[in-house]
């Protein structure tokens, strides 16, 4: 009886501790996007988005245009300005810009568009495509929990919040 009670008694504490997060080894899960690899982009659209590389690690401030900090729709109205083409300021502004684009047939410089918010199909969110090859799309973007990065379709989030593309160049 002496030796079960502390056997008991371990097995209740090895038991009742958890961690309050679980931790996974995989990797992101990620989807293939069937897109056409041919067309070359403009100079245009090149030099569009390597102004906006330029604000790549710059945080995050909500109605920002600046590298003190800015938001998505402030990154594609600041970089298509410096190149003299006027856009609207907002998302929703920029969801109605343009001639809409199959993701299949997206090229350098064209808009992505997605909705972030759970159970929503509202674009709230836009980024500028940087590269385009067999099965992945890359965009640049202004996130609010990291600042200006450049992401991929083919991640899980990005995969399922895609709403549309559109060309403005």
Partial sequence: MKHIIPFIILLLLASSCKSKKSYSSKKKQTHTVKVNTTAKPSKMAESVVNFAQTFDGTRYKYGGTTKKGMDCSGLIYTSFKKHNVTLPRTTSGLQGTGDWVD??????????????????????HVGIVTNVRTGNVEFIHASSSRGVMTSSIAEKYWYFAFVQARRVL
């Fill in 103 to 124: 993701l299949k047939s997206v090229n350098v410089g064209d808009l992505v568009f997605f909705a972030t918010n759970k159970n929503s199909r509202k674009v709230n």
